[in-house]
């Protein structure tokens, strides 16, 4: 018995038990009902059933508002040990999804009546049985026992007791094991349900993605910049105060600057994707890429840069995203040209026509012309010479494409529909991405 009253039965019991409370608003709208077309609902065992099976569809119709499911998974998870994982989660929105949990709230609701009514019964009429040969009054008061009441041996009745306890715990516990067993074929997440679970859980990791990248991009360039700055300072301490104050002045501008937009960053974890006023605004390619070359030349890597912005004469006409991005993606190739590279770095950013789009004369990637139908990319290349490579790792190379920068760098230009490509060409190393602009003149402001 304690097993039945006890652990995971016990609580089914307690379950089953609330779908009884939870169906008698409707068993008394349905009375009310045969009351009104002249039956007594009172009258007879046969009329208590038949307002009982006319509840049943009134608990059904409810049912079909989308809320009813998660106050039904609720009370599964809580009291009937069905793992979580296999219960839906939110309303349900399909009328698929309606339809099971109406069943479900509809089987839950009628079983659960039942055992209420066979809780509120049996126990009362064992402990009699149990009490009937011991109490003389029993034995001499009609009780409406059948055969105990007309004479037959008293002592079999508490023998009849005990199997109506035991046969109410059975039935609970049966009870209780049918609606743990149904509740993930009823409740449990649709189709839909699942792909709404999996496009959020890849928008997530998309933001988390983004945020990784962002610091990644943010703090390490950072932190390679401040490193080579503090580095050559100290070389030159004693024989160059100007450069060791540009190479202070550098710091504390890079610093500041990454302080800003690691807030940034933060404040989206803080508050998702808001937009925070107090926010450092993200760096684009047309406002502060110059800054980046100054604060890369001046931590002692030179940097000959080639710009071809088209027609408009400058960055400003690419869309906020393209900009946001293509200055990350520069970022990334310098920090890397800063942490395993040598000699100067080329960087050359242009805008091309991709070959075989039609648009006017001229060679197919000459950057600005412009025509009807013109498909356009942004295209970044950087080379530089590696860093050789120390004796204890002859024959290993200095740079892999495996790095979490490269990786990030990769994941941007993917998100534009661009692509990325790093390693080894013609003795340097060299990165180069590409980012389609979409059929939009260059000389146009977006």
Request: proline share 6%; charged share 15%.
């Given at each position: 018995?304690?097993?039945?009253?006890?652990?995971?039965?016990?609580?089914?019991?307690?379950?089953?038990?609330?779908?009884?409370?939870?169906?008698?608003?409707?068993?008394?709208?349905?009375?009310?009902?045969?009351?009104?077309?002249?039956?007594?609902?009172?009258?007879?065992?046969?009329?208590?059933?038949?307002?009982?099976?006319?509840?049943?569809?009134?608990?059904?119709?409810?049912?079909?508002?989308?809320?009813?499911?998660?106050?039904?998974v609720a009370a599964v998870r809580a009291m009937c040990g069905v793992p979580g994982e296999q219960l839906a989660e939110g309303p349900a929105r399909s009328w698929a999804a309606r339809g099971r949990t109406s069943a479900w709230w509809t089987l839950h609701l009628g079983v659960g009546a039942l055992v209420s009514g066979m809780t509120l019964a049996v126990p009362p009429m064992a402990v009699v049985l149990l009490a009937l040969p011991f109490v003389t009054e029993l034995?001499?008061?009609?009780?409406?026992?059948?055969?105990?009441?007309?004479?037959?041996?008293?002592?079999?009745?508490?023998?009849?007791?005990?199997?109506?306890?035991?046969?109410?715990?059975?039935?609970?516990?049966?009870?209780?094991?049918?609606?743990?067993?149904?509740?993930?074929?009823?409740?449990?997440?649709?189709?839909?349900?699942?792909?709404?679970?999996?496009?959020?859980?890849?928008?997530?990791?998309?933001?988390?993605?983004?945020?990784?990248?962002?610091?990644?991009?943010?703090?390490?360039?950072?932190?390679?910049?401040?490193?080579?700055?503090?580095?050559?300072a100290r070389r030159v301490l004693d024989t160059d105060p100007e450069f060791v104050r540009e190479a202070l002045?550098?710091?504390?501008?890079?610093?500041?600057?990454?302080?800003?937009?690691?807030?940034?960053?933060?404040?989206?974890?803080?508050?998702?994707?808001?937009?925070?006023?107090?926010?450092?605004?993200?760096?684009?390619?047309?406002?502060?890429?110059?800054?980046?070359?100054?604060?890369?030349r001046t931590a002692g890597s030179p940097v000959a840069d080639h710009q071809d912005p088209g027609p408009a004469g400058d960055w400003e006409w690419l869309p906020a995203i393209v900009s946001r991005e293509a200055y990350r993606i520069v970022q990334e190739g310098l920090s890397n040209a800063m942490k395993h590279g040598t000699g100067p770095v080329e960087l050359t950013i242009a805008v091309h026509r991709i070959a075989g789009s039609p648009g006017s004369p001229g060679s197919p990637g000459s950057p600005g012309t412009s025509g009807a139908g013109d498909t356009r990319e942004l295209e970044i290349c950087m080379t530089n010479p590696p860093a050789p490579a120390?004796?204890?790792?002859a024959g290993r190379p200095q740079r892999t494409t495996g790095g979490r920068g490269l990786r990030g760098t990769a994941e941007r230009a993917a998100l534009l529909g661009g692509a990325v490509e790093a390693g080894e060409h013609e003795g340097n190393w060299r990165l180069r991405a590409v980012l389609p602009l979409g059929g939009e003149p260059a000389g146009g402001r977006r």
């Open positions: 018995m304690s097993r039945l009253l006890g652990g995971p039965a016990g609580l089914r019991w307690i379950h089953l038990i609330l779908g009884g409370a939870l169906l008698m608003p409707y068993y008394f709208l349905a009375s009310t009902v045969v009351g009104t077309l002249g039956g007594n609902a009172l009258a007879s065992l046969g009329m208590l059933f038949l307002v009982y099976a006319a509840a049943l569809p009134l608990a059904a119709t409810t049912a079909l508002f989308p809320l009813v499911r998660p106050m039904s034995q001499r008061v009609r009780l409406g026992l059948g055969w105990f009441s007309t004479g037959a041996d008293p002592a079999l009745a508490p023998l009849l007791g005990l199997v109506l306890l035991a046969a109410l715990g059975l039935c609970a516990v049966g009870a209780g094991a049918l609606l743990a067993r149904l509740a993930p074929a009823l409740l449990g997440p649709t189709a839909a349900d699942r792909l709404a679970a999996a496009e959020e859980r890849a928008a997530d990791l998309a933001v988390r993605n983004r945020l990784a990248r962002e610091l990644h991009d943010a703090v390490g360039h950072a932190l390679s910049a401040v490193t080579l700055q503090a580095g050559a002045a550098a710091i504390e501008d890079t610093t500041r600057r990454t302080v800003g937009e690691l807030d940034a960053v933060l404040g989206l974890l803080r508050d998702g994707d808001a937009a925070r006023p107090d926010a450092a605004p993200a760096p684009m390619l047309h406002t502060d890429l110059e800054g980046l070359l100054a604060r890369t120390p004796a204890s790792s």
